[in-house]
């Protein structure tokens, strides 16, 4: 999470936007399981740092990308895939609402570990 200038900021927020309006279907999708991967990577920093308090809004944006992954799959043409990725979708959802404490880090990196194989699976499709 660094300190960027209200300008670097803004620039990055334009750089995002663009890039977004001018994304095909399965660019979209990468683009989701990037910004996830960077939520579970800042939850983990937020927790190692012990202030737990400030995860909220990170929990909230990683469980509302979850669901629209969740919703973006075609389960007509998807078959099998598409039920196995509801199923692992919904079981990071698990780890990421958990409010078991003593387990966060440990349940923050198995969604991680879990979103990043499918991610690479996914690029490689791409």
Known sequence: MPNLSPAQSGYAAAGKEARVLNANGHELITIL???????????????????????????????MILDSLMVSLDMEKGGGLAKNLHQLYGQVRE??????RKNHLKNNRAAHQIISEIYAAWCEIG
Do not use: P, S
């Open 33 to 63: 399981f990037e910004e996830l991967l960077n939520l579970l990577d800042e939850i983990y920093i937020i927790h190692t740092r012990d202030q737990r308090r400030e995860v909220t809004d990170q929990q909230v944006m990683a469980l």
């Open 95 to 100: 780890l990421i609402a958990v409010k078991d």
